[in-house]
């Protein structure tokens, strides 16, 4: 009689099983990548670790007072606000969008989807530099239409910041909406419309309940970007959560503990936006499916222009305005790049690109042991060390580097040595951090290789007496090395325009686009801003290729 369960096996093996180690003579990862997976999720939570380290110094008290003061509820007032927001005119703008250029005869549709799915390449903080350099005090357009008695309404505060945020995020809904309606079986629809129902009544009630969870998947990524958004609020002077935390960590006095609770209070925020994601994730149509019908299903007939105004207009605000100013403002500046303190140099870009790639290469290196480890073992230590690495990716920016500023200037020269201090906004510093917030892009995307990978291979070279070392070298790293080079560009790319972290953490006398960016236009110099956003939104543009081509597929 087997003594190990239902299943025959043993407690010693199953316990082997739940904790990843493998029998003898299996092809799983061996033990050293175990350890490695697990090293690199310890590595990757330590940040959460150095922020409660933090606000455990302060005294219970003290937290009480500043949690319940007038800031602190003002603070998660106007966030809540503004990611109901943004949330909900995301939702307004991307799901008409989406049916637009999927279920009807819209002119130039695939033009139509493309631009319109396009200002993800806009980083939120451009889109709210150039809505500032255009309709702010003395900006080009509103100092152009004054003289005909033209008053723009200030760009500044509330209404500003939710207008920029959801021309630039509500592509997230925008592009779940598109996939789950490629999925819809045409059928349902032309039985609704055979028992004389609209088009109107046969999407609220056969549609809709459908393509639900791809919407709400779309709204909730809007929720948890407007949570984590550093730049808009700060550049359009309207008080959230990122700016009031990098504000006090700035600050002297009882700053830096108005940032950690303020940091804890909106990573419990965070927590509650990712478990409803975490709800809805399992139901979403993921990726563009394959239509039930190549056929427009709906006519606009005489309307079919006018419709096409909508994406027309859209596309104005999201992306000829955007590029329009920053053009001017390359244009007029001329000769003003050559001089002055704060004079754009080449070395900027190259101290991007620079770090762009020390991060790429350091997540990948990070990335392999964990996605490996993921995707040839089902044990729970697998599963555990691959979920961890979606927590920096969760966390917001001024988050992870207020932890990161407490580990390196507190916790570290405290407990070390004077010399530790010297960690404290340093280039390997950046680049942890880097690799904190973007390890998933690298993981997601090895592990699928990994997953692709056929056993049979493998097994056939151990057979041969080829070591598991050899093996992986010579047969699995070149069959993965794709998804190990599509994670370092996406990381190489996502770097190159990440903000918050970046200005916190950056060693002093490293400038970066983006540090440049926010310099000038801090002081008002928006001549001087527009090359290096341009060079930025280009980049960036580089990362909508994929998602374009695989959006092919749907057409």
Known sequence: ??????????????????????????????????LLAAAVAAAVLSPLLWLLLSASAVEPGVAFELLTSSTATSVLFNSLVLVAVVT????????????????????????????????????SYIGAFAYVSAFGPNGALADLLAPVGISIP?????????????LFVYPYVFLTTRASLLSFDAAQLEAARTLNQSYVSAFRRVILPQIAPGVTAGALLVALYTLSDFGTPAILRFDTFTRVIYVELNSFGIGRSNATLLS?????????????????????????????????????????????????LVTVFTLALPVGILAMWLVRSGPGYSGGGLAF???????????AVLAAAATVAFALPVAYYAGRSDSLLATVAERATYLGYAMPGVVLGL?????????????????????YQSLPLLVFAYVVRFLPQAVG??????????????????????????????????????GLLAGAALVFLTTMKELDTTLILHPTGFTTLVTYIWRVQEAGYYGRAALPALVLVAVSGLSMIPLLRQGRNGE
Do not use: C
């Open 88 to 123: 909900g005119a995301s939702v307004l703008l991307g799901v008409p969008l989406a049916v637009l250029t999927v279920q009807t005869d819209l002119p130039f549709r695939r033009l139509w989807t493309v631009l319109v799915a396009l200002p993800l390449v806009v980083p």
């Open 403 to 423: 932890s990161l500023v407490f580990f390196s200037s507190q916790w570290l020269t405290n407990h070390v040595g004077a010399a530790a201090g010297l960690v």
């Open 154 to 166: 200030t760009v500044y505060g509330l209404p500003g910041t939710a207008l920029v945020l959801t």
């Open 445 to 482: 995307t090895t592990r699928s290789s990994v997953l692709g990978v056929d056993r049979k291979l493998v097994g056939a070279a151990r057979v041969l007496g080829a070591p598991p070392k050899r093996t992986f070298r010579r047969v699995t790293l070149p069959l993965i090395a794709p």
């Open 264 to 312: 804890l209070e909106l990573l419990a925020v965070t927590a509650v936006v990712l478990a409803l994601e975490s709800r809805v994730g399992g139901d979403e149509t993921s990726g563009y499916g394959t239509p039930a019908s190549s056929r427009a299903l709906v006519s606009l007939g005489r309307y079919r222009w006018a419709a096409a105004a909508v994406p027309a």
């Open 345 to 355: 140099r080449p070395e900027f870009a190259f101290n991007s690109a620079y770090v």
């Open 1 to 34: 009689m087997a003594d190990g369960g239902e299943d025959g096996a043993s407690p010693a093996s199953r316990i082997r099983g739940l904790l990843g180690i493998p029998e003898e003579g299996s092809d799983e990862p061996g033990v050293a990548v175990s």
